[in-house]
C-alpha cells in the first residue's frame, strides 16, 4: 500500500481567520473613505494579501502609488494581527483534533498549504503547530491558487506522491489547485460553491473515521 499524505488549508478549514480578514480589510476601506461588505469578503477567501488589496483598491475606485500601496499592505497587516494575538483554541473549528489525532494516530504525514503569511503563529496560538510534519504558507510560494504550487510543495516535504495526497479546502481556487495536482479534493463548506471537489461537507463533524480510513487506504 502507498503512503497517503493530508494537507490541510488554514483559515475556513481550521481556523476561521476570515472574519479578522475582512475586519481588517473593512477598517482600512473605512479609513480611505468607502465601505466593504462581508459579501465582497467572500472573494477575499484564499486569496493573497496583495492581490486582495488590489481588489479592495479596485472597489473603492482608490489610486494608489508604489509606496502607499506597500503601506496599506503593512497597516492591514498590523491590525490583522492585533486580532491574531487574542486567538485561542477555543477558535478552532468544530471536530478539526480530532481528525488531526485520529491521522497522527496512524502516524499519517501532515502539512498545511495556506497562502497566509502568518499560518505558524495562527497554529501557535490555538495550539496545532505540532500536529504538522510541514508548513508550507504564502512565504514559500510564488504563484498563488488555483496554481498548485503550495499543494506539490507540501507532497514533496511530505514524501508523498501527488495523486496520494488529500487537500482539505474552503476556497475554489483551492479545490482547482488540487484538482489539477492530481490530489483528492475534499471541499468544506457549500457545496454550491466547491461543487469542483470530489467530496463535499460542511464541516469536519461530517467527516467519520471510516471516511478517513478509505482515504488512507485509497
Ligand atoms: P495573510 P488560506 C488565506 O488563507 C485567506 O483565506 C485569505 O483571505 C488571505 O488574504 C490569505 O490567506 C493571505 O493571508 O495576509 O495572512 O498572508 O485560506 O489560504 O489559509
Ligand atoms: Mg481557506
Same mark, same amino acid.
Given at each position: 500500500?502507498?503512503?497517503? %499524505?493530508?494537507?490541510?488549508?488554514?483559515? %475556513?478549514?481550521? =481556523?476561521?481567520?476570515?472574519?479578522?480578514?475582512?475586519?481588517?480589510?473593512?477598517?482600512?476601506?473605512?479609513?480611505? %473613505?468607502?465601505?466593504?461588505?462581508?459579501?465582497?469578503?467572500?472573494?477575499?477567501?484564499?486569496?493573497?494579501?496583495?492581490?486582495?488589496?488590489?481588489?479592495?483598491?479596485?472597489?473603492?475606485? =482608490?489610486?494608489?502609488?508604489? $509606496?502607499?500601496?506597500?503601506?496599506?499592505?503593512?497597516?492591514?497587516?498590523? /491590525?490583522?494581527?492585533?486580532?491574531? =494575538?487574542?486567538?485561542?483554541?477555543?477558535?478552532?473549528?468544530?471536530?478539526?483534533?480530532? #481528525?488531526?489525532?485520529?491521522?497522527?494516530?496512524?502516524?499519517?504525514?501532515?502539512?498545511? %498549504?495556506?497562502?497566509?503569511? *502568518?499560518?505558524?503563529?495562527?497554529?501557535? $496560538?490555538?495550539?496545532?503547530?505540532?500536529?504538522? /510534519?510541514?508548513?508550507? /504558507?504564502?512565504? *514559500?510560494?510564488?504563484?498563488?491558487?488555483?496554481?498548485?504550487?503550495?499543494?506539490?510543495? !507540501?507532497?514533496?516535504?511530505?514524501?508523498?506522491?501527488?495523486?496520494?495526497?488529500?487537500?482539505?479546502?474552503? !476556497?475554489?481556487?483551492?479545490?482547482? !489547485?488540487? @484538482?489539477? !495536482?492530481?490530489? =483528492?479534493? #475534499?471541499?468544506?463548506?457549500?457545496?454550491?460553491?466547491?461543487?469542483?471537489?470530489?467530496?463535499?461537507? *460542511?464541516?469536519?463533524?461530517?467527516?467519520? @473515521?471510516?471516511?478517513?480510513?478509505?482515504?488512507? $487506504?485509497?
Amino acid at each position: 500500500m502507498k503512503q497517503t %499524505g493530508f494537507i490541510f488549508d488554514l483559515d %475556513g478549514v481550521i =481556523v476561521d481567520t476570515a472574519k479578522y480578514h475582512f475586519l481588517a480589510w473593512k477598517n482600512l476601506a473605512n479609513e480611505l %473613505g468607502f465601505e466593504f461588505t462581508e459579501e465582497q469578503n467572500e472573494f477575499f477567501k484564499g486569496v493573497s494579501r496583495k492581490r486582495c488589496l488590489e481588489i479592495l483598491l479596485k472597489i473603492g475606485k =482608490v489610486d494608489a502609488t508604489q $509606496k502607499q500601496f506597500d503601506q496599506w499592505m503593512i497597516e492591514k497587516n498590523e /491590525d490583522y494581527l492585533n486580532y491574531i =494575538v487574542k486567538m485561542n483554541a477555543s477558535e478552532i473549528l468544530p471536530d478539526v483534533p480530532r #481528525v488531526l489525532e485520529f491521522l497522527k494516530e496512524r502516524k499519517i504525514p501532515i502539512a498545511l %498549504g495556506s497562502a497566509s503569511k *502568518n499560518a505558524r503563529p495562527i497554529l501557535q $496560538k490555538v495550539n496545532l503547530l505540532h500536529y504538522f /510534519d510541514c508548513i508550507v /504558507d504564502g512565504n *514559500n510560494v510564488t504563484k498563488a491558487k488555483p496554481n498548485p504550487e503550495v499543494f506539490l510543495i !507540501a507532497a514533496k516535504q511530505l514524501n508523498v506522491a501527488s495523486e496520494h495526497c488529500v487537500v482539505f479546502e474552503d !476556497a475554489v481556487a483551492g479545490i482547482r !489547485a488540487a @484538482n489539477t !495536482a492530481n490530489m =483528492v479534493s #475534499v471541499g468544506i463548506g457549500d457545496e454550491k460553491v466547491l461543487h469542483e471537489a470530489q467530496f463535499n461537507f *460542511n464541516d469536519f463533524t461530517e467527516i467519520d @473515521n471510516s471516511f478517513l480510513e478509505r482515504l488512507i $487506504k485509497k
